[in-house]
C-alpha cells in the first residue's frame, strides 16, 4: 500500500492542502512573527553564510537570520504562507529569498549561486504524515547541505498541554504532523540512509516556560540538535 493510499485511509488530508487550509483559514498570522529561541540560542556565535530554512512558515526565523548577515532563504508548502513571510521581510527592509516548494522536489535555479549547497539547513518542527517518511524528509534537507555544513533539527519533545484541544478545533488531523522526535532519533535516521558520514555537534533537551492560549502557565519541552557534516562531503 502507498503512503498516499495510507494517508487516504487514515483520514490524514493532502499536507500542502492541509497546511495552506491552516494558514489561509486566518487573516491574521498564525505565528508571533519572533524567531524561535532555540534557534537563536544556537545560531548566535555561527559564521554567517548561506542558509536555508525547511518549512520556514510565515518566515520569522528567515528575517531574523537575514538580519544577523546570512544569506537567506525559506521555502514552505503553503503559498499564504510564503506571502506573509515575503511581506514580513519587506516590512522590515530585510533581503531575504522566499518559495512555495517542497523539499523532496525542490531545487535552487540554475543560475543560483547557492545551487552548491548551505551552509546551513534549518528545519525548525518540520511535520510529516506519517512516521516511515521522516528518514526520506531529513535526507531530502541534509542534501542540501554544503561540505563542512550544518544541519540543524529543532523538534516537539512533548505535546504542549493544549494540543489535543487544538487538533480537535482545526479538524483536519494536524495531530499526525506533530509526533515529539529526539536528537539521537534523527541521527540515527540520517546516518542510516545518507551516503555521507555525519556526526552530532550538539544534542540538547530545552524546556522554556511559556503562557497558553488560555493563559495560563505551562512549560514546553523542544529538541535540538546540529550535526556538521564530515570531511568526505
Keep these: 500500500m502507498s503512503a498516499e493510499q495510507q494517508a487516504a485511509d487514515t483520514g490524514v488530508p493532502d499536507s500542502v492542502a492541509a497546511w495552506e487550509e491552516r494558514y489561509a483559514g486566518t487573516e491574521d498570522s498564525i505565528w508571533s512573527g519572533n524567531p524561535n529561541a532555540a534557534l ?3 545560531v548566535t556565535g555561527l ?3 548561506r542558509v536555508l530554512d525547511v518549512g520556514c512558515g510565515e518566515g520569522a526565523d528567515v528575517v531574523w537570520m537575514a538580519e544577523h548577515g546570512w544569506d537567506a532563504t525559506g521555502i514552505d508548502l503553503s503559498t499564504t504562507a510564503i506571502d506573509r513571510a515575503r511581506k514580513a521581510a519587506e516590512d522590515r527592509g530585510i533581503a531575504a529569498d522566499f518559495a512555495v516548494a517542497d523539499v523532496s522536489t525542490w531545487e535552487p ?5 547557492r545551487r552548491g549547497g548551505f551552509d546551513l539547513v534549518v528545519g525548525c518542527f518540520l511535520h510529516t504524515r506519517l512516521p516511515d517518511t521522516r528518514e526520506e524528509l531529513l535526507t531530502k534537507a541534509a542534501a542540501h547541505v554544503a561540505p563542512g555544513g550544518r544541519l540543524l533539527l529543532i523538534s516537539h519533545a512533548a505535546m504542549p498541554p493544549w494540543a489535543a484541544a487544538h487538533n480537535e478545533q482545526l479538524a483536519h488531523g494536524l495531530d499526525h504532523h506533530h509526533e515529539p522526535v529526539t536528537p539521537n532519533g534523527d541521527y540515527a535516521l540520517l546516518i542510516g540512509a545518507s551516503p555521507h558520514r555525519w556526526e552530532i555537534e550538539l ?4 524546556t522554556r516556560e511559556v503562557t ?6 505551562a512549560e514546553l519541552s523542544r529538541t535540538a540538535s546540529c550535526s556538521p557534516t564530515a570531511s568526505d562531503r
Design 212 to 217: 497558553s492560549p488560555d493563559g495560563e502557565p
Design 203 to 206: 544534542g540538547e533537551l530545552r
Design 40 to 42: 537563536v540560542d544556537t
Design 109 to 113: 535555479a540554475v543560475d543560483d549561486a
Design 47 to 49: 559564521e554567517p553564510g
